[in-house]
């Protein structure tokens, strides 16, 4: 079973918890694809039964958004040129790389950087036009609809607030993730 498959990648398996002391994060990829051979529906299927199985088992199981995944190294930070289509080179490291084994890295990067900064990395992220990082400016203004949720004041009394999360053992993986 391949969901059994990729919990062994991470020491687990299907109907055993997580155990204590391995502290593990499984980063699964947000980017759509689509398909005329029902891929899509099959993939979104296995994702959302996987996701389910991880988090019952106790792994926490987290999005990541692809944008320049595929498209950066995560050595150098630089953009890489494509041989062919799952093959990748970076000029700078002069390395070739697997279009999916390279994302897979910076999305390690990305996970990494969220749990030591509670943001994503510079060379992740998109810029505008003019080479500028736009929500960094004060004036910016998203387009689409907001995230942030106008609740009443007559209805705010009802809001329940989650409980804190513990995160202990939190530093040690960060610590061992930057020490790899």
């Not at 991470?10 to 502290?23: M, T």
């Not at 992740?124 to 080479?131: K, V």
């Not at 500028?132 to 004041?153: A, F, H």
């Amino acid at each position: 079973m391949v969901a059994n498959r990729l919990l062994e990648l991470v020491g687990g398996s299907l109907g055993a918890k997580q155990e204590d002391g391995n502290k593990v994060i499984i980063g699964i990829g947000l980017g759509q694809f689509s398909s005329s051979m029902r891929l899509t529906t099959l993939h979104s299927s296995f994702e959302t039964y996987f996701v389910q199985q991880a988090r019952s088992l106790g792994y926490i199981v987290v999005g990541v958004n692809e944008y320049y995944t595929s498209q950066r190294c995560p050595v150098c930070t630089e953009f890489v040129g494509q041989v062919d289509l799952r093959r990748l080179y970076c000029s700078k490291c002069k390395a070739f790389m697997h279009r999916d084994v390279m994302a897979g890295h910076n999305m390690c990067n990305v996970i990494q950087e969220h749990l030591l900064n509670q943001r994503r990395p510079r060379y992740l992220q998109p810029r505008d036009a003019n080479n500028n990082y736009p929500w960094e400016d004060p004036n910016y203004r998203r387009r689409g609809p907001t995230s942030k949720i106008q609740i009443p004041s007559d209805v705010k009394q009802g809001v329940k607030r989650k409980a804190p999360v513990d995160d202990s053992g939190m530093e040690e993986l960060t610590k061992k993730r930057v020490e790899e």
